[in-house]
């Protein structure tokens, strides 16, 4: 069974430009969650999306979106980059239902500059 | 709020001896815990999950035990090896919220041959 993948891996963008990062579950996962890693604050919850729709929601600003597909894969996109954006961000898939154990794909670097 | 918490920050043992790894939680009310290991600049490999109702879980050298009451876990790692060496991250989520976990800093091992 495959795995979590996400794409692109690796990002370099400018601050004030837009980036879009995108996550594909494990097949038959409903739940898609985003995560932000960084040295200073660790790993931070973003938001997580089942069945196409936001069930949770974190504490970042605006410029962070996200959106969830019929096939489960998710995007989230973030506008107007700051330095401070740079960070691994992690996605994490679940069944939703019933089971609660999440897996996580390995990241996609994104440098701010 | 809940806050995770781990410690030690870093640890390094020996080959061959036991890893025993510390998590603290503030609010007893949690759905399940997460064991995770992180290689550097890798994804979170899930190594155990613990439901609120248990005790404890396995696996091959690996154990966790959960205190819900006094908010505590602890993750035993018998005979440890040098692949062992990573950062390990704990993990809880709440009931309605299965999909945003909540972490702690990690404790980043290092097991010399």
């Known amino acids: 069974k495959a795995g979590v993948t996400q794409t692109p891996r690796y990002l370099i963008k400018t601050r004030g430009q837009q980036v879009t990062l995108s996550c594909s579950p494990i097949?038959?996962?409903?739940?898609v969650s985003w995560y932000q890693q960084t040295p200073g604050q660790g790993l931070q919850f973003l938001f997580e999306?089942?069945?196409?729709?936001?069930?949770n929601k974190g504490n970042f600003p605006g410029r962070f979106s996200g959106r969830q597909f019929s096939n489960s894969r998710s995007e989230m996109n973030v506008s107007t980059l700051e330095l401070g954006d740079s960070a691994l961000y992690l996605c994490?898939?679940?069944?939703?239902?019933?089971?609660?154990?999440?897996?996580f794909g390995p990241g996609t670097r994104l440098t701010v500059t | 709020k809940q806050e995770v918490t781990q410690i030690p920050a870093a640890l390094s043992v020996p080959e061959g001896e036991n890893l025993v790894l510390n998590c603290s939680f503030t609010?007893?009310?949690?759905?399940?815990l997460q064991w995770f290991r992180q290689d550097p600049g890798k994804g979170l490999t899930s190594l155990l999950l613990?439901?609120?109702?248990?005790r404890e879980q396995t696996s091959g050298r690996l154990n966790a035990s959960l205190d819900k009451s006094s908010g505590r876990s602890t993750l035993y790692i018998a005979a440890s090896q040098p692949g062992d060496s990573a950062t390990y991250l704990c993990?809880?989520?709440?009931?309605?919220?299965?999909?945003?976990?909540?972490f702690g800093a990690g404790t980043q091992v290092v097991v010399t041959p």
């Open positions: 999306y089942f069945s196409e729709t936001q069930r």
């Open positions: 613990i439901q609120s109702s248990q």
């Open positions: 994490a898939s679940m069944l939703g239902v019933a089971s609660y154990e999440q897996y």
């Open positions: 097949s038959g996962h409903r739940s």
């Open positions: 609010d007893s009310a949690i759905y399940n």
């Open positions: 993990a809880v989520s709440i009931t309605d919220s299965w999909g945003k976990l909540q």
